[in-house]
């Protein structure tokens, strides 16, 4: 799969370049972790509500985590410090939250991208947006597991996490197996962590992942999620 990297957006243009092409990055060079946060929550505040994570914090601070010390249901648990896959954020919720917005406090050492992957740009026929549109599959989340479909209803977002989403029919097998396809043979953004970087991530539009990290790396981003 073949990654460019991202060049640091004017601040002038920062929503302008999220709704142009899903995602924006703002700079905060020489903020303190402090400096960081309290700059990542005025941008989100900027943008909608804040939304729980699935810790119940309204703000928290991420680390890599090894498969067995992360939480059971999360990408982490089953992935550990190997590459995260593209995922829809909060996507064993029946909405998932609008934007995503990280900021770094430290890109670690070694550092670890954040990867990013516009779902409109797969290429996806009307034949196969109707397929994913159709067809139902199953949503785990615990004794609030659901059924619903990869794309939401008029195409509003697109719901994708190896993690969360299983198969209930041939088709459904079809449908995820279409999507998996699709990503692994997709062209994605890389974004190479400073410290004062913030990303903001439309969810409904762009899938993120995470490159390869290391056990004690450093890494921490702090992450709000919004709805919007």
Same mark, same amino acid.
């Given at each position: 799969?073949?990654?460019?990297?991202?060049?640091?957006?004017?601040?002038?243009?920062?929503?302008?370049?999220?709704?142009?092409?899903?995602?924006?990055?703002?700079?905060?060079?020489?903020?303190?972790?402090?400096?960081?946060?309290?700059?990542?929550?005025?941008?989100?505040?900027?943008?909608?509500?804040?939304?729980?994570?699935?810790?119940?914090?309204?703000?928290?601070?991420?680390?890599?985590?090894?498969?067995?010390?992360?939480?059971?249901?999360?990408?982490?648990?089953?992935?550990?410090?190997?590459?995260?896959?593209?995922?829809?954020?909060?996507?064993?919720?029946?909405?998932?939250?609008?934007?995503?917005?990280?900021?770094?406090?430290?890109?670690?050492?070694?550092?670890?991208?954040?990867?990013?992957?516009?779902?409109?740009?797969?290429?996806?026929?009307?034949?196969?947006?109707? =397929?994913?549109?159709?067809? &139902?599959?199953?949503?785990? *989340? $615990? !004794? #609030?597991?659901?059924?619903?479909? +990869?794309? %939401?209803?008029?195409?509003?977002?697109?719901?994708?996490?190896?993690?969360?989403?299983?198969?209930?029919?041939?088709?459904?097998?079809?449908?995820?197996?279409?999507?998996?396809?699709?990503?692994?043979?997709?062209?994605?953004?890389?974004?190479?962590?400073?410290?004062?970087?913030?990303?903001?991530?439309?969810?409904?539009?762009? =899938?993120?992942?995470?490159? &390869?990290?290391?056990?004690? *790396? $450093? !890494? #921490?981003?702090?992450?709000?999620? +919004?709805? %919007?």
């Amino acid at each position: 799969m073949a990654a460019r990297d991202i060049a640091v957006s004017d601040t002038r243009h920062l929503f302008g370049s999220l709704a142009e092409r899903g995602w924006s990055l703002h700079c905060t060079e020489g903020a303190d972790a402090d400096a960081t946060v309290s700059e990542l929550g005025k941008l989100g505040d900027c943008l909608g509500t804040r939304v729980a994570g699935r810790a119940g914090s309204f703000g928290e601070v991420i680390e890599p985590r090894g498969a067995d010390d992360a939480h059971p249901r999360s990408l982490s648990a089953r992935y550990g410090l190997d590459a995260l896959p593209f995922h829809t954020e909060l996507s064993h919720r029946t909405r998932p939250c609008r934007y995503l917005l990280l900021g770094c406090i430290d890109p670690g050492s070694p550092a670890a991208a954040t990867m990013l992957l516009d779902w409109q740009t797969l290429g996806l026929s009307p034949e196969e947006l109707d =397929l994913l549109e159709g067809t &139902p599959v199953l949503v785990r *989340s $615990g !004794r #609030r597991s659901f059924y619903s479909t +990869i794309l %939401a209803p008029g195409g509003a977002f697109l719901r994708y996490d190896p993690g969360c989403l299983e198969p209930v029919d041939q088709r459904g097998r079809i449908a995820l197996a279409l999507i998996e396809n699709r990503i692994a043979g997709a062209s994605s953004e890389a974004h190479h962590w400073r410290e004062g970087d913030i990303l903001i991530i439309d969810n409904w539009r762009v =899938l993120h992942g995470r490159s &390869p990290s290391d056990r004690g *790396s $450093g !890494r #921490r981003l702090a992450r709000i999620l +919004i709805d %919007a």
